[in-house]
């Protein structure tokens, strides 16, 4: 995989191509303080901030880089309040509004799928700025758009392309994980196509296999084969409950994606499924609940820390913890019926 795949696969960069056949969408340049803020560890976000809601104006310009650092009467907890970007607040508030109050937000490839455990409704709606900055600053994968996006690539020899960060906002829709679907291209040739939740048995594509396997071909070939600015990609369909199908999202070909039900040797040249094109694409899916597997973000939905402290002799340091988190709550009950806990 090429840098300039993974150039080609920005949202920005296939939106225009294909607006027709998706979901309704804003592209908002990312401001550079605001990129900074993302990848800063130390800023925390204070939920219940309704900064979002009523952006406020300090002077003429965005003064983000001042944090207004706040001692609790706790010794051992700071509260540090997230600095304000009243300008991209009100941009970005004016375009969730225009696309209906709720959005599902991105940067340039990555949704921050692996973050949602920390929203409130475990989900990527977002109605404001607090509730995204809180999705994006809790992703691994939004971190490694802003920081590795060229990883994977076999040219890394080549200077990396300028990228212009960009937050997209997509008009939330219901989508039923049984209806999305990972469709693979080779040489502008849909060779494979794999149920996107493998973790699930959905018993109506065992049944109606033919017809979905049908409706992404036919789709494919009117909508997407040859429009696309590389002959090798992979992209994302969902299809409704009236079988329409529609574009969600377009990937590099090559292991920067999860290949699903497939394996990466499978789909590259060498591969099986790459050499059976006749009878048309290779259609995967999970066929009986025997077969389901585990999420593949099962291990991002507690913090990494407890993870690693979970292996190994630091298990013992988790344990300390839990205790000691066991004893304080239990001292907080005691405190509250004794009448002294604070309001
Ligand atoms: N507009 C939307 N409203 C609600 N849910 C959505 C929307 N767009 C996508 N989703 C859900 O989020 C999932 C991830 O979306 P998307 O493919 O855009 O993210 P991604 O980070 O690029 O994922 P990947 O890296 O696997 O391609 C989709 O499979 C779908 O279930």
Redesign the pocket.
Known sequence: MKKEQVVNCQFSAWYPIFKKHT?K?LILPLPQNVIDYLLDDGTLVVSGSDQNTQPRRTDNSDSEDQEDVQWSDDETTTTVTAPEFPEFTSKVLEAINSLGGR??P?LN???P?DANWIALNSS??CCSLADIFLLFKSSD?ITHDLTQPFLQCSDQDSPDPVIKYELVL??????I?GG?FRCFVKENKLIAISQ??YTQYYPHILTQEEQVSQAIQVFFSQNVQYNFLDEDFVF?V?RDSQGKVWL??L?PFGEV??SLLFTWDELTSGGEVAQHQQEGPTFRFTTSEVTVQPSPCLSYRIPRDFVDLSAGEDAYKLIDFLKLRKTQQEDSEEEEEEGNAPP
């Open positions: 979901i969408s959005v599902f991105k490839w990555s949704a799928r990527l709606q994968f997509r008009k939330w829709s219901e989508l994980p999305e996107r939740d994302d969902y969600i999202d990937n994606t999860d």
